[in-house]
């Protein structure tokens, strides 16, 4: 069952687990039982290790490029018959 966060015009900011049907249902405040609306805030996702993201200087996305192959390597590919298991066709 997730959790999700609710405002209170009173009160303030509240968690509430619920079901994913009841989630945009509206909830009443623990402290003052008035009606509170769901809101959106992002995840409390940590990146760790070699998961965290690193930011450049420089925002613009790079070129890269793919490496020269050999032409020689594609004509042997084909040299052998390509499919050997249609040998009837």
């Keep these: 069952m997730p959790l999700y966060e ?3 015009n009173s009160c303030g900011i509240f968690d509430e687990w619920r079901t ?3 989630s945009s249902n509206p ?3 623990p ?5 509170a609306k769901r809101i959106f805030s992002i995840p409390g996702v940590q990146l760790n290790g070699n998961l ?4 450049t200087a420089n925002s ?3 070129l890269v490029t793919k490496p020269a192959t050999d032409p020689d390597l594609k004509t042997r590919a084909k040299s052998h018959g390509g499919r050997p298991w249609m040998l009837g066709h």
Excluded: G, W
């Design 6 to 8: 609710f405002r209170c």
């Design 20 to 22: 994913m049907n009841d």
């Design 27 to 29: 909830a009443n405040c």
């Design 31 to 35: 402290d003052c039982q008035e009606s």
């Design 52 to 55: 965290r993201l690193h930011k």
């Design 60 to 62: 613009e996305p790079q």
